[in-house]
């Protein structure tokens, strides 16, 4: 099925057209509680926006893109729509996904379905359906240029190139087994391609902060198509390669976040006529928007407010609500010339990219090293378009990922007030993707983190509905504090030397970091690497007796413990810069079983033997801690039984034969 539309400038300017390349019902029309059956609608949308429009300004070399006959820049991006087939059935809502990678993620957030599915058709895709009998219209729309190709499904933006423009493009090359050749791209993904190749250098380091060594240009040379290299004898698990290159024609990356901003604003102010030949009649039921992001799409959407995207071009507001989940304190390479939108930035991976960059807070904040001055909503304030705002981190971003930054005070001292309008939530003990058991230990040098923080995300998408919607207010923000000794150095952790276990020594810093003088104003970067400062602090939650974080909203699992749970992870001799972080993975220490055990291990935690008179004790206490967390709103009370039943199966895990 291929259906058009071509949408009079009058209407909605910036969508021009609405090709829908497949629809169908979901799940062969079930019905999904009192919303009923939905559907699906995938295609292309098509965009034409004005580059000396005021709204367009910020979009990093607009003005040299390619213009069509009416001098509009033209743009497309792949769109994918599960809504009720009744709009009036739905809740009003738009929940919009930014794509990390051009994937789809929020049924297995949000419904516990399957991972990873680009194409959400099964049973197991679509989990408990639990946001389709919520009434919520979930809307996917392409915005990054370099999504790898290896899967058609994937989401992609198509935006112009601006043709005879050269620079400079940084590539890390990180391996965990010794390799010949690897891409110019971060990982999979599509890379800028090498212009001149005799002007190229490669250094390599042993961490993020070493001083870089030159690589003989005899020892290494590119692909033939220019997007990798080749290194004879092998590139070493563990060490951080850098290519510095000159490449051409870069993508106006920009139109990414304004292609998000024109088609939800085209959902929710897009004439009638419009919707109803391509999407339904959508704009009398569709009420409200929330963006919502993981990780790198978390900061995806700070960078999103920091300049101004949250303004449409005629000034009406996009999203009224904004939800970046594990964006630690960080934007990203989303709006400026050659950039890799897929890089991110981890204590010993994709480093010092323009990813932990000043500012970092809702409100105002000056640094008195260098001056600067600026908070992420000045845009949005500016032209009144502020949303409600939740930040959610777990461990690994305090420790991976700055986090501290949006909360705390530059040099880590001070705690800083929060927006009124933006809610942070710390969820205690998780690492950066939800947690499942039995762990795993693979490249590792502790098993991984067991803590599934999906149960809080549930409730909390509740809460950030009411708000609104219905103008209620949230729970309370919930956030390691230094004034209460909650947030604290690495040197200050109160680590009880698990046997077998150490703290890892460098997390995450954010640097005072140059990219040249034309980077802030108009995205251009002219010194990569860039320029070092003095770092900002890194300061992290701090720790119980049993080194399980002591403030956030801690599971059950912390509650009620039966294990040390992190948010870090440390790297093996095998896979190189052993004791480095291990970028996005936690830890999972089990306590000793019995007391014996603990004596023959010197374990200083006391064992489960000593905590808990057996199971029914256990599982007692552990509905205890969760009917509180659903008293205060962090947990929904139609999930408790499975939150128990999941404790339940966590002790059987625990008590077995290690």
């Given at each position: 099925?291929?259906?058009?539309?071509?949408?009079?400038?009058?209407?909605?300017?910036?969508?021009?057209?609405?090709?829908?390349?497949?629809?169908?019902?979901?799940?062969?029309?079930?019905?999904?509680?009192?919303?009923?059956?939905?559907?699906?609608?995938?295609?292309?949308?098509?965009?034409?926006?004005?580059?000396?429009?005021?709204?367009?300004?910020?979009?990093?070399?607009?003005?040299?893109?390619?213009?069509?006959?009416?001098?509009?820049?033209?743009?497309?991006?792949?769109?994918?729509?599960?809504?009720?087939?009744?709009?009036?059935?739905?809740?009003?809502?738009?929940?919009?996904?930014?794509?990390?990678?051009?994937?789809?993620?929020?049924?297995?957030?949000?419904?516990?379905?399957?991972?990873?599915?680009?194409?959400?058709?099964?049973?197991?895709?679509?989990?408990?359906?639990?946001?389709?009998?919520?009434?919520?219209?979930?809307?996917?729309?392409?915005?990054?240029?370099?999504?790898?190709?290896?899967?058609?499904?994937?989401?992609?933006?198509?935006?112009?190139?601006?043709?005879?423009?050269?620079?400079?493009?940084?590539?890390?090359?990180?391996?965990?087994?010794?390799?010949?050749?690897?891409?110019?791209?971060?990982?999979?993904?599509?890379?800028?391609?090498?212009?001149?190749?005799?002007?190229?250098?490669?250094?390599?380091?042993?961490?993020?902060?070493?001083?870089?060594?030159?690589?003989?240009?005899?020892?290494?040379?590119?692909?033939?198509?220019?997007?990798?290299?080749?290194?004879?004898?092998?590139?070493?698990?563990?060490?951080?390669?850098?290519?510095?290159?000159?490449?051409?024609?870069?993508?106006?990356?920009?139109?990414?976040?304004?292609?998000?901003?024109?088609?939800?604003?085209?959902?929710?102010?897009?004439?009638?006529?419009?919707?109803?030949?391509?999407?339904?009649?959508?704009?009398?039921?569709?009420?409200?928007?929330v963006g919502f992001g993981t990780s790198q799409s978390g900061r995806?959407?700070?960078?999103?407010?920091?300049?101004?995207?949250?303004?449409?071009?005629?000034?009406?507001?996009?999203?009224?609500?904004?939800w970046a989940h594990v964006a630690g304190a960080g934007r990203g390479?989303?709006?400026?010339?050659?950039?890799?939108?897929?890089?991110?930035?981890?204590?010993?991976?994709?480093?010092?990219?323009?990813?932990?960059?000043?500012?970092?807070?809702?409100?105002?904040?000056?640094?008195?090293?260098?001056?600067?001055?600026?908070?992420?909503?000045?845009?949005?304030?500016?032209?009144?378009?502020?949303?409600?705002?939740?930040?959610?981190?777990?461990?690994?971003?305090?420790?991976?990922?700055?986090?501290?930054?949006?909360?705390?005070?530059?040099?880590?001292?001070?705690?800083?007030?929060?927006?009124?309008?933006?809610?942070?939530?710390?969820?205690?003990?998780?690492?950066?993707?939800?947690?499942?058991?039995?762990?795993?230990?693979?490249?590792?040098?502790?098993?991984?983190?067991?803590?599934?923080?999906?149960?809080?995300?549930?409730?909390?998408?509740?809460?950030?509905?009411?708000?609104?919607?219905?103008?209620?207010?949230?729970?309370?923000?919930?956030?390691?504090?230094?004034?209460?000794?909650?947030?604290?150095?690495?040197?200050?952790?109160?680590?009880?030397?698990?046997?077998?276990?150490?703290?890892?020594?460098?997390?995450?810093?954010?640097?005072?970091?140059?990219?040249?003088?034309?980077?802030?104003?108009?995205?251009?970067?002219?010194?990569?690497?860039?320029?070092?400062?003095?770092?900002?602090?890194?300061?992290?939650?701090?720790?119980?007796?049993?080194?399980?974080?002591?403030?956030?909203?801690?599971?059950?699992?912390?509650?009620?413990?039966?294990?040390?749970?992190?948010?870090?992870?440390?790297?093996?001799?095998?896979?190189?810069?052993?004791?480095?972080?291990?970028?996005?993975?936690?830890?999972?220490?089990?306590?000793?079983?019995?007391?014996?055990?603990?004596?023959?291990?010197?374990?200083?935690?006391?064992?489960?033997?000593?905590r808990y008179k057996g199971k029914d004790d256990y599982l007692s206490?552990?509905?205890?801690?969760?009917?509180?967390?659903?008293?205060?709103?962090?947990?929904?009370?139609?999930?408790?039984?499975?939150?128990?039943?999941?404790?339940?199966?966590?002790?059987?895990?625990?008590?077995?034969?290690?």
């Amino acid at each position: 099925m291929f259906l058009a539309l071509a949408v009079c400038g009058a209407l909605q300017a910036a969508v021009q057209d609405v090709q829908l390349n497949e629809r169908f019902d979901l799940a062969g029309g079930k019905a999904f509680g009192k919303t009923g059956p939905y559907e699906t609608l995938t295609g292309k949308v098509y965009f034409a926006v004005d580059p000396k429009a005021a709204a367009n300004a910020m979009i990093a070399d607009i003005e040299l893109a390619p213009r069509n006959e009416a001098g509009l820049v033209e743009f497309a991006a792949d769109f994918y729509v599960i809504k009720p087939r009744d709009p009036a059935s739905g809740n009003g809502t738009i929940l919009y996904e930014v794509s990390n990678r051009g994937n789809k993620g929020l049924l297995s957030m949000f419904d516990r379905g399957a991972s990873g599915s680009l194409d959400p058709r099964t049973a197991a895709a679509l989990g408990d359906s639990f946001l389709l009998e919520q009434g919520y219209t979930l809307v996917w729309l392409g915005w990054q240029w370099d999504v790898p190709t290896d899967r058609a499904e994937k989401l992609r933006l198509f935006a112009p190139v601006v043709k005879g423009i050269s620079g400079k493009v940084r590539s890390e090359i990180l391996v965990d087994s010794r390799t010949t050749e690897h891409s110019l791209a971060d990982r999979n993904h599509i890379a800028y391609r090498v212009t001149e190749p005799a002007t190229a250098a490669m250094t390599v380091r042993d961490r993020c902060d070493s001083e870089r060594r030159p690589v003989s240009k005899d020892a290494w040379k590119f692909t033939g198509d220019g997007t990798g290299v080749i290194m004879p004898a092998g590139f070493e698990p563990g060490l951080i390669y850098e290519v510095v290159y000159t490449t051409t024609d870069p993508v106006v990356m920009g139109l990414g976040p304004a292609a998000v901003r024109d088609f939800i604003s085209y959902l929710k102010y897009g004439s009638p006529a419009a919707g109803r030949a391509a999407l339904g009649d959508q704009r009398r039921f569709l009420k409200r928007a929330v963006g919502f992001g993981t990780s790198q799409s978390g900061r995806f959407l700070r960078t999103f407010l920091y300049y101004g995207f949250n303004a449409d071009e005629a000034g009406k507001q996009v999203f009224d609500g904004v939800w970046a989940h594990v964006a630690g304190a960080g934007r990203g390479s989303f709006n400026h010339r050659f950039a890799q939108p897929s890089r991110d930035g981890h204590p010993h991976m994709n480093c010092l990219y323009p990813t932990d960059i000043f500012p970092f807070t809702d409100e105002t904040e000056t640094d008195d090293v260098t001056g600067w001055s600026g908070s992420i909503l000045a845009k949005a304030r500016e032209k009144n378009v502020v949303p409600k705002i939740f930040y959610t981190n777990g461990s690994y971003e305090y420790w991976g990922r700055a986090a501290a930054l949006i909360h705390s005070s530059l040099d880590g001292r001070k705690d800083v007030s929060l927006a009124a309008d933006t809610r942070a939530y710390f969820i205690a003990g998780t690492q950066h993707g939800a947690g499942s058991f039995p762990p795993n230990q693979r490249t590792t040098a502790n098993p991984s983190n067991v803590n599934d923080y999906r149960w809080h995300m549930r409730a909390l998408l509740v809460a950030m509905n009411a708000w609104v919607s219905e103008g209620k207010a949230p729970p309370a923000s919930q956030i390691p504090l230094a004034g209460r000794d909650q947030l604290v150095t690495v040197g200050a952790i109160n680590w009880p030397k698990i046997p077998g276990s150490h703290l890892p020594e460098r997390p995450q810093r954010s640097w005072r970091a140059d990219y040249g003088p034309e980077f802030m104003t108009k995205g251009i970067v002219t010194e990569d690497p860039p320029k070092l400062g003095k770092p900002f602090a890194a300061v992290v939650p701090q720790v119980d007796r049993d080194g399980n974080e002591t403030s956030g909203i801690r599971a059950p699992m912390l509650q009620v413990p039966l294990a040390t749970l992190t948010g870090w992870n440390l790297r093996t001799k095998e896979v190189g810069a052993e004791n480095e972080i291990y970028s996005m993975v936690g830890s999972t220490f089990r306590f000793p079983r019995t007391k014996a055990e603990r004596t023959r291990t010197k374990d200083p935690r006391p064992s489960i033997e000593e905590r808990y008179k057996g199971k029914d004790d256990y599982l007692s206490k552990y509905r205890a801690a969760a009917e509180k967390l659903a008293d205060d709103g962090y947990l929904l009370r139609s999930d408790l039984e499975d939150v128990v039943k999941v404790g339940g199966a966590y002790w059987d895990w625990a008590t077995s034969a290690q």
